[in-house]
């Protein structure tokens, strides 16, 4: 079956950086759009990036975050990743993986971002 499992998150302070991991296995990753979605506290979980199967680096990303964000994957180890960059506090969410396969949403646990001084 589908297995998501992110990584990387942790507490980081205004400024910095992180990158985020996602393992996929259970699909034929390298066919499949992958996003990454984010869910602030009391708040609606938000499409953040998308890579197209082809694409190595780069993707779509939601206005609001001004480019600070990058997608990335890497299909020969079914990997795909979120580096970012110049972290804000509004930026604490928990992160998430998704793929779509058909009409079912696949989601990993998440994994929690935290920007604070």
């Known amino acids: 079956q589908v297995q998501l499992v992110e990584s990387g998150g942790g507490l980081v302070q205004p400024g910095g950086s992180l990158r985020l991991s996602c393992a996929a296995s259970?699909?034929?990753?390298?066919?499949?759009?992958m996003y990454w979605y984010r869910q602030a506290p009391g708040k609606e979980r938000l499409l953040i990036a998308t890579i197209t199967p082809e694409t190595r680096s780069g993707g779509h990303y939601a206005e609001f975050l001004e480019g600070r964000f990058t997608i990335s994957r890497d299909n020969a180890n079914n990997m795909v990743y979120l580096q970012m960059n110049s972290l804000k506090t509004e930026d604490t969410a928990v992160y998430y993986c998704?793929?779509?396969?058909?009409?079912?949403?696949?989601w990993g646990q998440g994994t929690q971002v935290t920007v604070s001084s």
């Open positions: 998704n793929t779509l396969r058909g009409l079912t949403n696949h």
């Open positions: 259970g699909f034929i990753f390298s066919t499949f759009a």
